[in-house]
DNA sequence: CCGTGCTATCGTATATCTACGATGAACGAT
DNA sequence: ATCGTTCATCGTAGATATACGATAGCACGG
């Protein structure tokens, strides 16, 4: 919506960016989640339900609000849908973090 | 609450503090005001409000909220407060996300 | 003491998040 | 064609977030 641009403070499409990604961590599922998909570094699907204590259409949920930031893609494989990290977009959280 | 810690997957008290500082950090307002106090050196009070587009009450929302997760504090200098960043708890962000 | 400027908080309204069960859609196997 | 598996979506309920105006508290200057 607004990006709150000041003349002085010269920004930042970054700001939308960065809100946009840090929101998608800011649960401790989808942290969680993140983390799983990190270490497989194989695509996993719904087996991130057995790993955590939440419901099917709950994971389902973050799942979806993560590939909404961009932070993760899901490709159809059969009957399965395999989620992994989207590496770059991972980085790109990672730079504008760490040019703060 | 739930710390969604696996046995194969030993984790880390971790997992709730990234997810308290990111979503510090998902929204666009708080990402500029993070970035108005790091420019800001010096510790900033109330000017805030004067560059973002904002009521008085929504940003003094938001700078309880990110005082909350820790990033920010805040000290009283007369009849105003000067809000600064924690450079502490900032860098064990950065380390949290550079650790994925 | 009294006003002024600066913040926090309250009250409120709307929107989004979080979580669940139930249902539906797609696919492979029988 | 039918079943079972897998996942998304719907419907729902309660909690939290977002935003504002109005109000209250505090410190300083007159």
């Known amino acids: 919506m607004n990006d709150y641009c000041t003349p002085e403070n010269v920004c930042c499409a ?5 809100a946009r990604l840090a929101k998608a961590l800011g649960h401790p599922a989808r942290v969680a989640i993140l983390r799983l998909l990190i270490t497989r570094t194989e695509c996993v699907c ?3 339900v ?3 204590p939440l419901a099917q259409s709950t994971i389902s949920q973050h799942l979806k609000m993560m590939k909404e930031s961009g932070l993760i893609q899901g490709e159809v494989d059969g009957p399965r849908i395999c989620y992994c990290v989207n590496r770059a977009v991972l980085a790109q959280l990672k730079a504008l973090i760490a040019a703060l």
């Open 50 to 52: 057995h790993e955590l």
């Open 14 to 18: 970054t700001d939308a960016d960065l």
């Open 46 to 48: 719904g087996e991130i």
